[in-house]
């Protein structure tokens, strides 16, 4: 399976996604993440995510961010979208009708047609990044076990 993680910068939100699932996802499935936009191309993680992940034994500093494109709906198999922002940039990205309905949002996993925001701890402190990587991680654990 191919996943991409994405939200707006792929500084925050995402590279934890990323980093949580391909902790527990089997290794031969695909994780990667992006943004909507491209106003962090190529910088590494914000260091809050950073130290969130590695105070829960995961590295994502090796990470860079990128804007998604549009071989990305192509090749990836799920878009998991933050929050309802990413989703709806994400249906305007989609090349095709075809493939739109492979964007979905992260926190339907755990909590199933709530549409629940992934909350972007961008501008607070570091508790929000603890949220938002307790809110991830149930997410994808939900979803590996529906799979």
Known sequence: MKILMVCLGNICRSPLA???????????????????????????PDTRSILIAKQRGITIDHQHS?????????FFDIIFAMDSSNHSNLIQ??????VKNKVRLILNESYPGENRQVPDPY???QEGFSHVYELLEEAI???????
């Open 66 to 74: 990128r804007q998604v494109t549009a071989e990305d709906f192509e």
């Open 141 to 147: 654990q939900s979803f590996l076990r529906a799979h």
């Open 93 to 98: 990205l989609a090349p095709e009708e075809s």
């Open 18 to 44: 990323q980093g949580i699932m391909e902790k527990y996802a089997p290794n031969e499935w695909t994780i990667d993440s992006a943004g909507t936009s491209g106003w962090h191309a190529s910088e590494r």
């Open 123 to 125: 501008t607070g402190g």
